[in-house]
């Protein structure tokens, strides 16, 4: 019988989808723009100016949300030299864990915060757009780890890809 998720739960997988999705399509932008760049450069002998700045923009947003994308998925921070310590002790090691991330998250979300202030006067060269657009990510990571990783101390499992853990223990053996 599948599980009934309340509100707070369909609120989050709601913005786990829309995080999911952006980043697929940040790879999809990304992916074509490179291609288009070498196509018109080897066979029309010309570039379009932005390609490469657009092609930065998707690769810095998307390694960003991958950040909390992997917090999120518990892929940060593992240590199997340690899995035979008793479970009480493993339970109180990765209660730290999520708490450290959350200081990690709110890190990027002041540090990242203001220095996307710091390049709000400044434009990027060849598309014109505010570089603040750049930066900006951090804090949004920032937000995105503090939330997981503070639903994962309070024991949520948030996890949307349990076929990471099976893959990676069927090919340990």
């Given at each position: 019988?599948p599980?009934?998720?309340?509100?707070?739960?369909?609120?989050?997988?709601?913005?786990?989808?829309?995080?999911?999705?952006?980043?697929?399509?940040?790879?999809?932008?990304?992916?074509?723009?490179?291609?288009?760049?070498?196509?018109?450069?080897?066979?029309?002998?010309?570039?379009?100016?932005?390609?490469?700045?657009?092609?930065?923009?998707?690769?810095?947003?998307f390694?960003?949300i991958?950040?909390?994308?992997?917090?999120?998925?518990?892929?940060?921070?593992?240590?199997?030299?340690?899995?035979?310590?008793?479970?009480?002790?493993?339970?109180?090691?990765?209660?730290?864990?999520?708490?450290?991330?959350?200081?990690?998250?709110?890190?990027?979300?002041?540090?990242?915060?203001?220095?996307?202030?710091?390049?709000?006067?400044?434009?990027?060269?060849?598309?014109?757009?505010?570089?603040?657009?750049?930066?900006?990510?951090?804090?949004?990571?920032?937000?995105?780890?503090?939330?997981?990783?503070?639903?994962?101390?309070?024991?949520?499992?948030l996890?949307?890809?349990?076929?990471?853990?099976?893959?990676?223990?069927?090919?340990?053996?």
């Amino acid at each position: 019988m599948p599980e009934k998720k309340g509100g707070i739960a369909r609120f989050f997988l709601a913005v786990d989808k829309l995080v999911d999705g952006f980043c697929i399509t940040l790879l999809v932008v990304m992916i074509l723009n490179v291609f288009m760049a070498v196509i018109t450069r080897k066979i029309f002998s010309f570039q379009f100016a932005w390609s490469e700045e657009i092609t930065l923009l998707c690769l810095t947003w998307f390694t960003f949300i991958g950040i909390a994308i992997g917090f999120r998925e518990r892929l940060h921070l593992g240590m199997d030299l340690l899995e035979n310590l008793p479970p009480k002790i493993l339970h109180v090691m990765d209660k730290f864990v999520d708490a450290v991330t959350f200081l990690f998250g709110l890190y990027l979300v002041f540090y990242g915060w203001d220095f996307t202030m710091m390049m709000r006067g400044s434009f990027l060269a060849a598309t014109h757009l505010p570089n603040l657009i750049q930066y900006v990510v951090m804090p949004i990571t920032g937000v995105l780890t503090c939330a997981y990783s503070a639903l994962q101390f309070l024991g949520k499992d948030l996890r949307r890809y349990h076929m990471i853990d099976e893959e990676i223990t069927r090919d340990a053996k």
